[in-house]
């Protein structure tokens, strides 16, 4: 455990003192380096490390204004964790940016589980980056929409004007599963073991949440349409010669 997890720097913001004691100390003891701020100023002034453990009840900050600020400035990867399960629409839906989260109480082994799975898509992400480019492999046209997985990418070309989209990880990953077969239903199955991973078990709504957003972000709810009972399939919104 100790070598897999030993190079993961882990900024973790906590303010209770017991809470950021305890899981401070299992990190270590799991392999982690771990450096604790009690402040969402602070971790918005520390350094981010390779993953942001992020408590939303802080004592100086909305844990939601810290979150948008990291990630304005970097695309670490934000598990956030919090007690107020029956707002995690808003963390994962909204322009927040988190890429996971744990619900206290939680178990250590699940946290470790979500720190492996999201630091494990950041790696290959990166290692993508160091690829040379082949353009015919890496980039993914739907329409005026093109996703580079070289450069993790994702333009939409509007009436001409080309606008890049800010994507979370999570979102990327999903709409490239998606793009991959443009038009066909991709079940919630597949979608949850292609872009979590296949040992996650948290509710389903995750993925209407990255929909959402992802729906938000490409402006257009009709390009990913939902198939009831099934799950979702992206499509070129039709324009209005019906
Ligand atoms: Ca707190």
């Known amino acids: 455990m100790t070598d897999e997890n ?5 900024l973790l913001v906590e303010d209770d003192p017991s809470i950021a004691s305890s899981l401070g100390d299992s990190l270590r003891g799991a392999g982690y380096v771990v450096e604790h701020v009690a402040t969402g100023q602070a971790a918005i002034d520390a350094e981010l490390g390779d993953l942001v453990l992020l408590d939303l009840g802080l004592p100086d900050m909305d844990g939601y204004d810290v ?9 670490v990867p934000i598990i956030v964790i919090t007690a107020r399960g029956e707002e995690l629409d808003r963390v994962l839906g909204l322009e927040l940016g988190a890429d996971d989260y744990v619900v206290k109480p939680f178990g250590f082994r699940e946290l470790v589980a979500r ?7 950041a790696t290959a992400a990166s290692a993508v980056h160091g690829q040379p480019a082949d353009d015919a492999d890496d980039i993914v046209t739907v329409g005026p929409l093109q996703i580079d997985r070289r450069t993790h990418r994702v333009t939409l070309d509007t009436a001409g004007v080309v606008a890049e989209l800010a994507l979370t990880p999570k ?4 709409l490239s599963f998606l793009a991959d077969d443009a038009g066909a239903v991709r079940t919630r199955t597949d979608i949850v073991e292609h872009v979590w991973d ?7 709504k995750t993925v209407d949440a990255h929909v959402a957003g992802i729906r938000r972000k490409l402006g ?5 349409e939902a198939v009831r009972g099934v799950g979702f399939r992206l499509e070129v919104p039709s324009t209005e010669a019906d």
């Open 6 to 10: 030993g190079d993961v720097q882990v």
């Open 67 to 75: 979150c948008r600020a990291i990630r304005s400035v970097s695309n």
């Open 115 to 121: 720190i492996r799975a999201v630091t494990r898509r």
């Open 171 to 174: 979102e990327f990953e999903l």
């Open 198 to 204: 296949a040992n996650w078990f948290g509710p389903t």
């Open 220 to 224: 257009d709810s009709r390009w990913i």
